[in-house]
């Protein structure tokens, strides 16, 4: 089995792996290059076919290439030497094509140089460029850009690699060798959105189809103060799948055991609040201290932050009080405008477990403007294997939205599209998936009741299998 390995974003590490994986099994492996490749460990230099034969036959594996002055490189074989190590082994590796280190790239003319004799090739293609600008990520800028019709400092999305890779390799070599398989190995894969579109670059399906803001964490929600309000709160929002961080200058208040629910819990002054606070812009925060004093400091310290709501506890006497101080030392009045006080939506409530469903539901409301994630902290950092099942189209009635998704695995699930009957049926059907597929659910009122569901509809669930 000869491999000619092309394409930019992770050859040397695929070599590795199959290299490995061949080894594993007892057999011998050669590993060359037809341009220039890294010098490893015990590489034989400018070697006779006897001498490539001997480690072969030593060591079950042999690196090989022409010494290249002043360099950490190797150069290739001589045809006739590649040739001969390449029938010798069960299995030859070769580096066909070149990207200095960038993680895409597209081939110039004289690119890749497969060897005649190859069986297969594999096109590597490196994730990591997904999100950078093709000025910081491209090899062969200028043909790349072509391409694309894109400009130097866009910013590369799934879409442009599959592109490179369609155009720039598969499509011209399998026309160029029809003998030979052809696929697509991305590199560099690393999260769970990298994942699936690694999966879709494989299986060459339109990876247009895959939304990134689906790969988001969880919403988190902030909430300053640990006194009822806030306890109830927290009940709602683990309901409601927020990820919760609470704050509060009292150590009887701010524990694990008064506030089981809570992800989070820090004990701390108010003046330094920011050091608990996470990263990212598209957070809740709701303050409810126990008094006027530790709300404006806390409303003070999401102010000076990007955020997506900003809710504060308080008489409507309090809040415009509160407002024309924020206004006195500065805040916009837009800004200051923009937080919600009284918090919670007017609903009448007055007890602590009112106040939080008001609060809940304007929570609700605001977060459901946009598109946001219900992926959990778990779903999105799990190494597991499995077929991940997503929601990409839904009518009727349906718990949870476009995007949600679970991860089915060999002897547990990981995360939720809704529960109930309709959730126990995709959960069923996972296990027979082996490729990408798309299936609906489609339902008479009569089906959607012993699904679960309260009305007729239709759920599109994409289902794609995952592996490390």
Not at 251 to 265: G, S, T, W
Request: charged share 25%.
């Amino acid at each position: 089995m000869v491999i000619a390995v092309a394409g930019s974003g992770g050859k040397t590490t695929r070599i590795h792996k199959l290299r490995d994986q061949w080894l594993s099994q007892g057999k011998t492996v050669f590993v060359g290059t037809t341009t220039h490749m890294k010098i490893e460990k015990e590489t034989i230099l400018d070697p006779s076919i006897e001498e490539i034969k001997e480690q072969l036959e030593k060591k079950n594996y042999c690196m090989a290439g022409t010494s290249i002055a002043g360099t950490q490189k190797i150069g290739p074989l001589p045809d006739e030497i590649l040739k001969q190590a390449a029938d010798f082994a069960d299995a030859a590796l070769i580096e066909a094509d070149g990207s200095r280190g960038l993680p895409v790239k597209y081939p110039d003319s004289y690119e890749p140089v497969i060897p005649d004799f190859a069986d297969e090739i594999q096109i590597v293609t490196g994730l990591s460029a997904l999100g950078r600008t093709c000025r910081e990520a491209a090899h062969r800028k200028d043909l790349v850009l072509q391409c694309l019709g894109i400009k130097e400092d866009d910013i590369l999305e799934p879409v442009h690699l599959q592109r490179l890779v369609t155009e720039g390799y598969v499509n011209p070599l399998r026309r160029r060798y029809p003998s030979a398989r052809v696929r697509v190995c991305p590199g560099q894969v690393n999260t769970l959105y990298e994942k699936v579109i690694a999966r879709f670059l494989q299986e060459e399906k339109d990876v247009s189809l895959i939304q990134k803001e689906w790969f988001s964490s969880q919403p988190k929600l902030i909430i300053f103060g640990a006194g009822h309000v806030a306890r109830q709160l927290l009940k709602l929002a683990g309901f409601l799948d927020f990820y919760t961080i609470v704050l509060d200058d009292r150590e009887e208040f701010a524990n694990r055991e008064k506030l089981p629910e809570a992800d989070e819990v820090y004990c701390c002054d108010f003046q330094k609040a920011e050091e608990y606070l996470p990263e990212g812009d598209q957070h809740y925060y709701v303050v409810v201290t126990r008094g006027h004093a530790g709300d404006e400091i806390c409303v003070k310290k999401v102010l000076a932050r990007s955020y997506a709501y900003l809710g504060m506890i308080g008489s409507r006497k309090k809040v415009k009080a509160a407002f024309e101080s924020l206004e006195a030392q500065g805040f916009s009045k837009e800004a200051v405008e923009g937080i919600h006080a009284p918090i919670g939506l007017a609903i009448g409530a007055r007890t602590p477990e009112e106040i939080a469903v008001s609060i809940a539901a304007e929570l609700i409301q605001i977060k459901n403007q946009g598109t946001v994630s219900t992926m959990t902290k778990e779903l999105l950092e799990t190494q597991e294997n499995g077929v991940l099942c997503i929601i990409i189209k839904k009518s009727g009635s349906s718990p949870r939205g476009v995007g949600s998704m679970m991860l089915v695995c060999k002897d547990k699930v990981i995360g939720s599209i809704g529960g109930g009957a309709l959730e126990n049926e995709v959960i069923r059907t996972a296990p027979q998936i082996s490729q990408i597929t798309v299936r609906d659910f489609s339902l008479s009122n009569e089906e959607s009741a012993n699904l679960g569901m309260i009305c007729g509809g239709t759920n599109q669930i994409l289902f794609v299998p995952i592996c490390q």
